[in-house]
């Protein structure tokens, strides 16, 4: 059994391997100047845990290109981002269900996938056999005992958001939207008064990072965000920073350089649960 590092996991599956006491594969990977991309496995493979987290396109071709080397061999594909979960269900007539083809892609290539905290229960719907780990409890070690309160961005969130805090043993609430009236509405905490408190928000994902501004600019508080999934699009971090939040934190799920919580342990240690 080998791990190979897909191009974006590279920093994550070094650990994974160290984790599990199994070797890390060689392998090539390049791109034509027409943008087609290339993938060579420089040794000979029996098995292989492919740890490649989806966040573009590519990573999708490059996933298709090592199934292809790798084929008729038992694979575990780990995801630890799961990208395109967004889209987990036609919300207009005629859309593509995009996790759904993705779940099928996978699961049709794979022996087993295991993701981290996939987007929704509607997203995960679609695999047959997913493996699913929660990083959640990770955020909340990180937290463990820094006089913290946690706050989700809306109820909906609440229970992901419980599960941080519970391990980190701090108070948590969410962010309710009050009407004023018909032009103004107030974003505030549902439960808690965390005036002069340092405030944690905690979100599965930190996208264009939209929601945490708009979390942030409505409290009168030390702020900190904290997300599993760091996709950090259109400049988020800047916004972020610009919108008074202190510190941002994330998994590696995504590698960014905020990504300093690993998954590593908790997926090797999933892994060899299952193997
Ligand atoms: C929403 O359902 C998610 O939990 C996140 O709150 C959302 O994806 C974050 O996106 P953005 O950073 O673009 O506001």
Do not use: W
């Not at 650990?15 to 496995?41: C, H, I, M, N, Q």
């Not at 969130?157 to 018909?182: H, M, P, Q």
Request: charged share 25%; with cysteine.
């Amino acid at each position: 059994m080998h791990v190979i590092a897909g191009p974006s996991s590279p920093i994550l599956s070094k650990k994974l391997s160290e984790e599990l006491r199994t070797p890390l594969a060689k392998v090539t990977y390049g791109k034509f100047p027409d943008g087609e991309l290339y993938v060579r496995v420089e040794e000979k493979i029996k098995d292989a845990i492919i740890v490649q987290s989806i966040r573009s396109s590519d990573d999708i071709v490059y996933l298709m290109l090592l199934f292809d080397v790798l084929k008729n061999r038992e694979i575990y594909a780990v995801i630890p981002y799961m990208g395109y979960a967004r889209q987990d269900k036609a919300f207009k007539e005629g859309e593509a269900v995009s996790i759904r083809a993705i779940a099928e892609f996978l699961e049709s290539n794979a022996e087993k996938v295991i993701s981290v905290n996939l987007h929704s229960r509607d997203a995960a719907s679609h695999f047959k056999n997913l493996i699913e780990v929660d990083a959640m409890p990770l955020i909340g070690e990180f937290y463990k005992d820094k006089d913290v309160i946690m706050i989700s961005p809306d109820k909906g969130s609440l229970e992901r958001v419980k599960v941080a805090a519970k391990v980190a043993g701090c108070e948590y609430d969410y962010f309710e939207k009050i009407r004023i009236d018909a032009e103004n509405v107030e974003i505030k905490p549902k439960n808690l008064d965390v005036k002069g408190k340092n405030v944690v928000v905690v979100d599965d994902i930190i996208s264009t990072g939209g929601t945490i501004v708009k979390a942030v600019e409505s409290l009168n508080a030390k702020v900190d965000a904290a997300c599993i999934h760091a996709v950090l699009a259109s400049n988020a971090l800047n916004k972020l920073f610009s919108a008074g939040v202190n510190r941002v934190t994330a998994t590696d799920t995504i590698e960014q350089p905020i990504s300093v919580i690993s998954v590593a342990k908790l997926l090797a240690y999933t892994i060899c649960n299952i193997l």
